[in-house]
């Protein structure tokens, strides 16, 4: 697959697929590297990092992959708190991101889905 720009953060990622169907989408991508720096008066996320694949299969996002980054704020109606690559976000997203690598879910999504 040809490998194509993304955005300034990314540094090159493969091709994604997406796929939906129903209720239920799934988007992955293959081999992706990344360094960012966001500052906003919520918090901050800095963190470089590789992924071999990484995406979202309806409410649940993964990410396995090697990176460090230190973050701490409120993103997502979540509260997000990671040094070098480990740490845990609570909130309507929770997710726990070991050395880069991450599963999480959008109980937002779930939410709904359920209630409309």
């Known amino acids: 697959m040809p490998l194509r720009k993304r955005t300034a953060t990314t540094l090159w990622r493969q091709e994604a697929r997406t796929c939906t169907s129903a209720r239920i989408t799934v988007d ?3 081999g992706q590297a990344e360094a960012h720096a966001k500052f ?4 901050f996320d800095v963190g470089a990092g ?3 694949a990484g995406g979202s299969v ?6 396995i992959g090697a990176g460090v980054g230190t973050a701490a704020g409120i993103n997502d109606d979540s509260v997000e708190v990671k040094v070098l690559g480990t740490g845990v976000t609570i ?3 929770v997710g726990f991101p070991v050395l880069g690598s991450s599963f999480g879910i959008d109980l ?3 939410g709904q889905a359920i209630f409309g």
């Open 91 to 93: 909130g309507r997203k």
């Open 58 to 63: 309806s409410d649940f996002d993964f990410n």
């Open 40 to 43: 906003s008066p919520a918090g």
């Open 28 to 30: 992955v991508g293959i």
């Open 108 to 110: 937002g999504k779930i």
């Open 50 to 52: 590789v992924s071999l």
